[in-house]
């Protein structure tokens, strides 16, 4: 199944070394397969970091980066490298679909749990992380967004993915004025590519 019931997802913003909010950094958390998944994304550069918990570990205490125990209850980068994180947000560190953006931020509800980036910079950092792959395709799909395969959401057609485009309401974005012959060409390019 594309969608695993139960998922959860929480939001956090990022905090500066000496302790208040940094504004431009965002981290996901999301519960899946019995884990604890992080993507972190800094808004103005697009630098964009995955984290995962350990098998069997605490979700609700597991410590931050620089406090005791960290190690022991985070997967090193290479484990969470080995697993292709990069492979499903391809376009954005963020998917998009219309599930997801039902989810509003209890803050402020008018805007979206799920942020959106659109054309902003995207790279995945970590030596053990290989850059999400891109194309230099240029059609109408390419003109909003980076292309996004999808192998890892069998039971989701390619236009369902809302990939964020440049303006702000992504949701309202009718996907049916695109030509067949443009999704086409992204969906040939994407079975060039070996994302195992």
């Not at 519960?31 to 994304?41: D, M, S």
């Not at 009718?174 to 060409?185: E, G, L, M, N, P």
Request: hydrophobic fraction near 30%; charge should be negative.
């Amino acid at each position: 199944m594309a969608c695993q019931s139960g998922n959860k997802i929480g939001r956090y913003q990022g905090l500066n070394a000496n302790g208040p909010e940094n504004l431009d950094v965002v981290f996901l958390t999301y519960c899946r397969n019995g884990g604890l998944g992080v993507i972190g994304h800094k808004l103005s550069t697009g630098e964009t970091c995955f984290f995962s918990i350990v098998e069997n570990g605490d979700p609700n205490h597991s410590p931050k980066p620089g406090k005791k125990r960290y190690n022991e209850a985070w997967m090193r980068p290479s484990v969470v490298a080995a697993d292709n994180c990069q492979n499903c947000p391809m376009a954005s560190p963020f998917l998009h679909t219309p599930a997801v953006d039902q989810l509003r931020k209890p803050t402020d509800n008018s805007e979206l749990l799920v942020p959106l980036s659109g054309n902003n910079p995207y790279s995945v950092i970590g030596q053990e992380f290989r850059q999400a792959p891109t194309t230099n395709i240029q059609n109408s799909c390419t003109s909003c967004h980076r292309p996004q395969c999808t192998q890892h959401f069998e039971n989701y057609p390619l236009d369902e993915l809302v990939i964020p485009p440049t303006f702000q309401n992504a949701t309202d974005f009718d996907h049916s004025s695109i030509f067949d012959a443009d999704r086409k060409a992204i969906r040939e390019w994407c079975t060039t590519l070996n994302l195992n």
